[in-house]
């Protein structure tokens, strides 16, 4: 059931990044290009983005488990720090860079763009180097101790 779900839900975020104009990365650059040619109709794909994670939030915060009996998972974490914002910097710069963020750089690789090739590798360098940095961090802690 898990997975007949995830696939569902993968297919369903898919068609929305498709519809919206998410995964056309000269949409996506027009939209963030605020000082040029900016294109806002993506600003109604975000707000009802963020009016249904809301709105889920609400909802899986009253619960244990999901509705198909998965445990459920939430963020913990409620510190504002420099790697959090460091984080969201290196993410906006990408993004703005690539036109992609990673879901509709997935599908565009998936819909064989060549862009999305170089994004989706170097967002997987990105993480295999945030991986080896943490490793490394952990190790020198777990010495110290």
Do not use: H, Y
């Not at 297919?11 to 294109?39: H, R, T």
């Not at 420099?82 to 819909?111: E, Q």
């Not at 763009?113 to 490793?135: D, H």
Request: aromatic share 8%.
């Amino acid at each position: 059931m898990l997975i007949l779900a995830s696939l569902l839900a993968g297919l369903v975020f898919g068609l929305g990044l498709i519809v919206s104009g998410m995964a056309n990365p000269a949409k996506v650059l027009g939209f963030l290009d605020l000082f040029g040619a900016w294109d806002p109709s993506l600003m109604l794909v975000m707000a009802g983005a963020i009016t249904v994670g809301r709105l889920a939030f609400l909802i899986a915060k009253r619960r244990t488990r999901s509705f198909i009996g998965a445990e459920m998972k939430l963020p913990t974490a409620r510190k504002v720090d420099g790697r959090l914002m460091a984080g969201s910097a290196l993410f906006g710069i990408g993004w703005g860079m690539a036109g992609f963020c990673p879901g509709p750089g997935l599908l565009g690789l998936g819909m064989g763009q060549p862009k999305a090739l170089v994004f989706v590798c170097a967002m997987l360098a990105g993480m295999a180097l945030f991986e080896l940095i943490e490793g490394r961090k952990n190790a020198a802690g777990a010495r110290a101790e």
